[in-house]
């Protein structure tokens, strides 16, 4: 059974970095296709696609977030990892981790659950 | 960047009835389009990819159809758990660049 779980805090406060991290199970980052991906979506409004880390170590980002969005990967932990530099109140979303499996279905099959963060001072 | 339009917004529609939600892209798609389910509180869940092939465990009165710029996910007879909201999304861009149709509300009539 494919799972993923992100971790974060709640909340971060303008101008800092916020991590986060998704830990994932039944399947490995290092398989050839396996991708994960972060999703975001402010409340009440649609979804956001930011990143993407494949099982190459390939990297890829949204154009209007790159220059503050970094993905990474820990092959040994089931984990990636997301930062996001100089957070806004506009940065107030749910975020979410995604499995895409390429030449799969290319989708994201398995979402987690989501983790809420609130941006304020 | 590719932009997705959901048409409509809002659909009102009673059980059992037929829904039919409509997605268009900007530009060229080929069949690189999903469709997913989202009920408050909860992540999105994936229906369709490939534009008209079912993910596993999903239904068979959900179908989709359509291919380049215009693309269609039709409930063939709505069950109360399906009121949702529902995203396009293509994934045809390389390298990768994501987008997300700003989504249709498919509420009880």
């Known amino acids: 059974q494919v799972t993923l779980r992100e971790s974060g805090p709640a909340l971060v406060k303008p101008t800092q970095t916020l991590t986060l991290t998704c830990t994932f199970s039944?399947?490995?980052?290092?398989?050839?296709?396996?991708?994960v991906s972060w999703i975001r979506q402010p409340p009440g409004k649609a979804l956001e696609w930011l990143a993407r880390?494949?099982?190459?170590?390939?990297?890829y980002y949204s154009t209007s977030l790159k220059t503050r969005l970094t993905i990474s990967k820990d092959t040994s932990k089931n984990q990636v990892v997301l930062t996001m530099t100089n957070m806004d109140p506009v940065d107030t979303a749910t975020y979410y981790c995604?499995?895409?499996?390429?030449?799969?279905?290319?989708?994201?099959?398995?979402w987690g659950q989501g983790t809420m963060v609130t941006v304020s001072s | 960047e590719i932009v997705m339009t959901q048409s409509p917004a809002t659909l009102s529609v009673s059980p059992g009835e037929r829904a039919t939600l409509s997605c268009r892209a900007s530009?060229?798609?080929?069949?690189?389009l999903a469709w997913y389910q989202q009920k408050p509180g909860q992540a999105p869940r994936l229906l369709i990819y490939?534009?008209?092939t079912r993910a596993t465990g999903i239904p068979a009165r959900f179908s989709g159809s359509g291919s380049g710029t215009e693309f269609t996910l039709t409930i063939s007879s709505l069950q109360s758990e399906d009121f949702a909201v529902y995203y396009c999304?293509?994934?045809?861009?390389?390298?990768?660049?994501?987008?997300f149709g700003q989504g249709t509300k498919l509420e009880i009539k």
């Open positions: 530009q060229s798609v080929s069949s690189n």
């Open positions: 039944g399947f490995s980052l290092s398989t050839s296709g396996m991708c």
């Open positions: 999304q293509q994934y045809n861009n390389w390298p990768p660049k994501y987008t």
């Open positions: 490939g534009a008209s």
């Open positions: 880390i494949d099982w190459d170590d390939d990297k």
């Open positions: 995604a499995r895409i499996v390429v030449a799969g279905t290319d989708a994201f099959d398995i």
